[in-house]
Nanobody, 127 residues
């Protein structure tokens, strides 16, 4: 049984940093990927970043490039999303997701292409 447990959310001020964690259990990633997505009130869930677990190749949404860094710790089977220079518009519930089949570059950012999801963690950035 696959489980993804996020942690690290909270209330911060604009310009602060925050690191989210996603502990995965129940299955080895192999050639799969972990993704981070977010959903703000009244908006659709959107792609933030993803990482191919085996190779470590990373992909980012345009708004995340230069501010967010996705990484993983193979030994702990845990993924991370480090967020710097946070802005009020980054306020959202952040979700980690896992897909154990290999995703192509074209679909790796697609919400519908991830099979397992965590419960989400709230990130609130005050101005």
């Amino acid at each position: 049984q696959v489980q993804l447990v996020e942690s690290g959310g909270g209330l911060v001020q604009a310009g602060d940093s925050l690191t989210l964690s996603c502990a995965a259990s129940g299955r080895a990633f192999g050639s799969g990927s972990m993704g981070w997505f977010r959903q703000a009130p009244g908006k659709e869930r959107e792609f933030v970043a993803s990482i191919r677990w085996r190779e470590g190749t990373t992909y980012y949404a345009d708004f995340a490039k230069g501010r967010f860094t996705i990484s993983r710790d193979n030994a702990k089977n845990t993924g991370y999303l480090q967020m710097n220079s946070l802005k009020p518009e980054d306020t959202a519930v952040y979700y980690c997701a896992a897909q154990y089949m290999r995703l192509t570059v074209v679909v790796i950012s697609g919400v519908d292409n991830y099979e397992y999801w965590g419960q989400g963690t709230q990130v609130t950035v005050s101005s």
